[in-house]
Nanobody, 116 residues
Framework: QVQLVESGGGLVQAGGSLRLSCAASGRTFSSTWMGWFRQAPGKEREFVAV????????VHEDSVKGRFTISRDNAKNTVYLQMNNLNPGDTAVYYC?????????WGQGTQVTVST
C-alpha cells in the first residue's frame, strides 16, 4: 500500500524558512514526477512545484519562484520543499502529490503557518 507522509510544517515568522519532506513508501517512485500543492483556508488547492524523475527539471508556481525550491532524493524515495522568505500568504496545508498514468497519490498534508 502506497503512503506519502509529509513532515516539517509548523509556525514561523514572516521572513523565516521551513523545509518540508515527503517520504513515500510501498513503491519506488524514482521514475515519476513528484510535486507539492497547498490549500489555504477557504481556497482551492493550488499547485506549488513539481520535479522530474531525475531531478533535473523543475517547475515552480510564479508566486514562490526565487523563494521555494523543490528537490528529491530517489535513494530515500523522498521529495523536499525548501521554503525561504515566507510570508503570511504562504499559510496553508501543504500536500505531497505523485501522479502517474495509472494512479494518483496524496499525502495527509502538513500545516504551515506564517505569522506577521
Amino acid at each position: 500500500q502506497v503512503q506519502l507522509v509529509e513532515s516539517g510544517g509548523g509556525l514561523v515568522q514572516a521572513g523565516g524558512s521551513l523545509r518540508l519532506s515527503c517520504a513515500a513508501s510501498g513503491r519506488t517512485f524514482s521514475s515519476t514526477w513528484m510535486g507539492w500543492f497547498r490549500q489555504a483556508p477557504g481556497k482551492e488547492r493550488e499547485f506549488v512545484a513539481v520535479i522530474s524523475p531525475g531531478g533535473g527539471g523543475t517547475v515552480h508556481e510564479d508566486s514562490v519562484k526565487g523563494r521555494f525550491t523543490i528537490s528529491r532524493d530517489n535513494a530515500k524515495n523522498t521529495v523536499y520543499l525548501q521554503m525561504n522568505n515566507l510570508n503570511p500568504g504562504d499559510t496553508a496545508v501543504y500536500y505531497c502529490n505523485i501522479y502517474t498514468a495509472a494512479d494518483e497519490f496524496w499525502g495527509q498534508g502538513t500545516q504551515v503557518t506564517v505569522s506577521t
